[in-house]
């Protein structure tokens, strides 16, 4: 495998190669015995167009960690503010060979555009509502980490399925590895199709919450939608926003996840978000820096 740019092209195979690579690393960290010169005179370019706190970090400290050294390119302050178009300023960026590339973009597939003339391996750090390979990695580690495995966990994501590329990812890791996902949103946030038809669409916490293992809440993510579709943030906490009482009632055995940027009280209410038996929160952080530096060692140490 030479790129890393979405779920979609990995088979259940390769998934269980990115995370048991992942629980090696993680073992090794917490014993102090990784080699930390894995990728030492390894150039690693990081092209973020989108903002990023949780990700870009990550990515920075599982390259460092691997002994390679990162450079933080940005859009802001590059010659795209005088006019160079992204196709021109990709080319440039390629032509200094670094080692790889990790990249963020608002556009669909601008990884994919990436691949196709860099020279070398392309990891997808997030594009448009279409992917985020590592998160459902990551995600996929934490409750691997919790429960053991992935086959038969009823895993339930609330949110702007419409609109996230994290959605996008973990349903279709989830279901390839045998979970059982289940998407709760408003009618304007739930897209038409799903990646595959045994993932089960729900409107209401009240019939889609029952019998969760892992209860998943995302951001409304705004940026994304061309007007706006939810009335306020209010009226949303109100109906689709998680708290422990609606945990407690209608998921009392859950625990809970969310990718952040963790919006309180909208998406999740502080009770949970702060309470360290139900929330997995701070361990899904955790878990990108073995997880990325699996996908690095994986593709750039090969
Ligand atoms: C997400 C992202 O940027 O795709 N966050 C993340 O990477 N952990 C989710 C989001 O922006 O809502």
């Known amino acids: 495998m030479q790129h890393l740019l979405g779920i979609n092209e990995l088979d259940k195979a390769q998934i269980e190669q990115f995370l048991s690579r992942a629980q090696e690393i993680a073992a090794q960290l917490k014993k102090g015995d990784w080699d930390n010169e894995r990728l030492k005179n390894k150039i690693i370019l990081h092209l973020f167009f989108e903002h990023s706190t949780r990700t870009l970090t990550s990515f920075e400290i599982a390259a460092k960690r691997l002994g390679a050294q990162v450079v933080n390119w940005n859009p802001e302050t590059s010659s795209l503010s005088k006019g160079e178009n992204f196709i021109d300023t990709i080319e440039t960026l390629t032509s200094m060979k670094p080692d790889a590339i990790v990249m963020r973009h608002a556009d669909y597939g601008a990884p994919l555009t990436v691949a196709s003339k860099a020279k070398c391996p392309v990891i997808n750090g997030g594009d448009s509502w279409r992917e985020h390979p590592t998160q459902a990695l990551l995600d996929a580690l934490t409750m691997i980490d919790h429960f053991g495995g992935l086959g038969g ?35 304007v946030l739930m897209p038409e199709s799903l990646p595959f038809d ?105």
């Open 153 to 187: 966990l009823n895993v339930t994501i609330i949110g702007d399925i419409a609109h996230s590329r994290v959605a996008s990812s973990n349903m279709q890791l989830l279901t390839k590895m045998g979970a059982n996902v289940r998407v709760i949103a408003p009618k």
């Open 198 to 302: 045994n993932i089960k669409k729900f409107h209401t916490l009240k019939d889609g919450l029952p019998n969760s293992d892992v209860v998943m809440t995302l951001r409304l993510q705004k940026e994304r939608m061309d007007r706006a579709l939810i009335s306020s943030d209010e009226a949303y906490f109100n109906e689709f926003g998680l708290t422990l009482n609606i945990l407690d009632k209608y998921a009392p055995k859950a625990v809970v996840m969310d990718p952040g940027p963790l919006v309180r009280n909208v998406q999740i209410a502080d009770d949970i978000a702060e309470d360290p038996q139900r929330s997995l929160i701070l361990k899904q952080v955790a878990n990108g820096i073995p997880t990325r530096m699996a996908v690095l060692d994986m593709l750039v140490g090969a």
